[in-house]
Nanobody, 126 residues
Framework: QLQPVESGGGLVQAGDSLTLSCTTSGRRLAMHSTGWFRQAPGQEREFVACTNYNGSSTGYADSMKGRFTASRDYAKDTANLRVNNLRPEDTAVYYC???????????????????WGQGTQVTVSS
């Protein structure tokens, strides 16, 4: 069993930066890709970013390009999401997930992921 665990969320001000981290309990992420998603109150969960197993391939939702940077440390088996210039509309619960498949690409669809963390709350005040 593998359980992603997110950390690094909190209450920040608009314009601040934040780094979210994802580790796992149980089995390693290893060759699986990691995805970042977020869900704001009353809205559906949306794709933010993804990395392949070693961070050499990344993907971003169009609206996230420029301020979001996803990374992966294969040796430490961790994934990070750096967010710069935070905006109030970035307020959401951010989730880390493990992909169903292994390989050299990352995935954007919720259905491509089978294990999810409990999420970490990010609240941006204006």
């Amino acid at each position: 069993q593998l359980q992603p665990v997110e950390s690094g969320g909190g209450l920040v001000q608009a314009g601040d930066s934040l780094t979210l981290s994802c580790t796992t309990s149980g089995r390693r992420l290893a060759m699986h890709s990691t995805g970042w998603f977020r869900q704001a109150p009353g809205q559906e969960r949306e794709f933010v970013a993804c990395t392949n197993y070693n961070g050499s391939s990344t993907g971003y939702a169009d609206s996230m390009k420029g301020r979001f940077t996803a990374s992966r440390d294969y040796a430490k088996d961790t994934a990070n999401l750096r967010v710069n210039n935070l905006r109030p509309e970035d307020t959401a619960v951010y989730y880390c997930a493990k992909s169903r498949l292994i390989g050299n690409r990352c995935y954007r669809a919720i259905g491509d992921y089978d294990y999810w963390g409990q999420g970490t709350q990010v609240t941006v005040s204006s």
